[in-house]
């Protein structure tokens, strides 16, 4: 679903990463290229003084969205805001965790850069969303913009990088009770792996975001779920404004076993249902399974975990 866009003014320059994360995703994923767009439209609607080349870029954009969201209308990462929230931050996290690994094994390298630059883009992405930002992936989005910028400007000056979080002046890390990284396989598709560590560590304000490898691509994300060394939390937020869940009437809260469960709890059990069916689209049973446990052990004991 590539297609050809109008050049980019220096008016509309803040979009361009993400239409170059875009562009570098229609291949590999268009969900991903899709939510990208839709992203950059937004932002690039709100900026002011525009003229004609300005405005035939966005329109341009929002037919490309036009008719992606119409070849994908069967796809509910595309419609359904719960199911894309879940998968982009899943997709980003994936990037994370990659380039974390890498990183604490001390492999400093353009594509270590890319994923971390990458992962921020796309959790920029994700405040797309009308429920917006848990606080564990605003900490994620931002250690991995200032690792890429980092690492970055420590190859561009001829510096070894130190690897893992930022250190204070005391030389104690910030997340010192931080599990280290479990080790797994590569090339893994964006699923949600069911984990709930502590947050990466605050990095410094002052990171760039340019994209200083522009001509490198992103590292496809790792294959098996793993524990992440900087933290996240699934998506819980509200229902999709879009496609929203039917209410549930309080004569069905109640189980067989005659246990009375709240509105929440039913919600809850819904979304560990679409993770696992998000997780057999790319043929991974492990994580299907445990999210379909949790399902059931929600619905059978009240009890969520």
């Known amino acids: 679903m ?17 239409l170059k994360t875009a562009q570098e995703h229609d291949s590999r994923d268009p ?22 080349e300005e405005r035939k870029l966005l329109i341009a954009i929002m037919d490309w969205l036009e008719t992606t969201k119409s070849q994908m209308a069967d796809n509910e990462s595309i419609t359904n805001e719960v199911a894309a929230q879940a998968y982009l931050e899943n997709y980003a996290l994936k990037l994370f965790l990659y380039a974390d690994k890498q990183d604490r094994a001390s492999n400093f390298g353009k594509n270590v850069v890319k994923a971390f630059y990458t992962a921020g883009i796309i ?16 900490q994620n989005r931002k250690y991995a913009k ?3 910028s980092y690492i970055h400007n420590c190859l561009k000056n001829g510096e070894t990088p130190v690897p893992g979080p930022m250190q204070t002046d005391e030389g104690k890390e910030f997340d010192d009770h931080d599990p280290e990284p479990q080790p797994g396989p590569s090339n893994a598709p964006a699923v949600l792996p069911p984990v709930s560590p502590q947050p990466p560590p605050p990095g410094p304000t002052n990171f ?3 994209d200083p490898f522009s001509n490198v691509k992103a590292p496809t994300p790792p294959s098996e779920p793993e524990k992440p060394p900087g933290g996240f939390q699934p998506y819980t937020g509200g229902a999709s404004v879009e496609a929203s869940d039917p209410p549930v009437e309080s ?24 993770w696992a069916e998000s997780a057999l689209n790319y043929e991974d049973l492990k994580t299907s399974i445990d999210n379909l446990q949790k399902a059931l052990r929600l619905l059978q004991t009240g009890q969520d975990g």
Do not use: M
Not at 2 to 18: D, E, K, T, W, Y
Not at 31 to 41: G, M, P, S, T
């Open 31 to 52: 969900i991903v290229a899709y939510w990208c767009r839709l992203y950059a439209l937004q932002i690039g609607l709100k900026i002011p003084n525009q003229g004609l």
């Open 251 to 274: 004569s069905r809260l109640v189980n067989p076993a005659g246990l009375q469960l709240r509105p929440e709890q039913i919600t809850k059990a819904q979304k560990y249902c679409r």
């Open 123 to 138: 959790y920029d992405v994700c405040q797309v969303f009308s429920d917006g930002l848990t606080e564990e992936v605003t």
């Open 208 to 210: 760039t975001t340019t």
């Open 146 to 148: 200032w690792k890429a």
């Open 2 to 18: 590539a297609a050809n866009f109008p050049h980019v003014s220096a008016i509309l320059r803040p979009i361009q990463h993400f």
